[in-house]
């Protein structure tokens, strides 16, 4: 059934973290959480609804960064002191760990194979921080007292779970970042150079001002539920390019068809 909307509708896949899209709000929370990071601060909290775009951010800042600053990331969870410490190690010093038993010797195999390095913390990136057991966050903060490391947590900021709630982010943070949704005009903006980077400028004016606003308003700007629901729209093209090529001539895109996949990724109900 492949045609012309199949390679269209994987433009829309998640996940696919050489995609990224700059819009405003983007650079200006890259901004400050480049600033933050080099200030010297022990903990920093970057948060944002899922789907907002922060591990596209911390995969940036890394890679803009690691080669001029000591700084990690981990864009997985971990749920174990010992994993995350020697996972730690072998990142800090690119060598497999010994085998560590805790915080304490940690903190002391670190200290003696540093003492030579010049005294610069160790910046470590966590994405998914609201996962993180909460003995192992108590460990991450004594972790930052030391001056030795500091820590960027990035979490979800959920209606069911609001970690911004729990005692040991409220009251020990030294600054707060939010990444929010996306404006109309920068879905506008993002669409356009999804287009571009795909090389499909014939699609750059597929849909009506109007359309932007509605899909706007069915997703509230959050580029997950975008991706989601244009691919599903895209996937209803490419059923009708093959079954009934008549009904995809259009010059616009087909506003029944953007309340098809809507009620198919469950954004409305039918």
């Not at 003696?112 to 057991?133: H, I």
């Not at 990444?179 to 356009?192: G, R, T």
């Amino acid at each position: 059934m492949n045609n012309r909307f199949t390679d269209i509708k994987q433009i829309f896949v998640e996940g696919n973290v050489f995609d990224y899209v700059n819009l405003d709000k983007s650079t200006l929370t890259y901004e400050k959480l480049a600033q933050s990071i080099l200030k010297p601060l022990k903990l920093i909290l970057f948060y944002g609804k899922p789907g907002t775009g922060k591990t596209f951010l911390l995969r940036k800042i890394y890679n803009d960064l690691h080669k001029k600053h000591p700084i990690i990331f981990f864009p997985q969870p971990f749920f174990h002191e010992v994993q995350f410490l020697t996972s730690l190690y072998e990142e800090i010093f690119n060598d497999e760990a010994p085998k560590i038993s805790g915080y304490e010797h940690f903190l002391k195999l670190y200290k003696e194979r540093s003492a030579s390095y010049e005294k610069v913390a160790v910046t470590v990136l966590l994405d998914e921080a609201q996962l993180y057991p909460d003995d192992l966050i108590e460990k991450i903060r004594l972790m930052a007292d030391t001056r030795l490391f500091k820590f960027l947590f990035t979490i979800h900021k959920t209606g069911k779970e609001d970690v911004l709630a729990k005692e040991y982010f409220t009251t020990r943070i030294w600054e707060s970042i939010e990444l929010p949704n996306s404006s109309v005009a920068e879905l506008q903006i993002y669409l356009e150079k999804k287009f571009l980077f795909h090389n499909r400028f014939e699609y750059l004016a597929l849909f009506k001002p109007n359309q932007i606003r509605y899909i706007f308003g069915l997703t509230r700007g959050n580029l997950r539920t975008v991706n989601k629901l244009l691919y599903k729209l895209f996937e209803i093209y490419e059923y009708y390019e093959a079954n009934k090529p008549t009904l995809t001539r259009g010059k616009y895109a087909n506003t029944k068809y953007i309340q098809m996949a809507a009620i198919d990724s469950g954004l409305i109900h039918a």
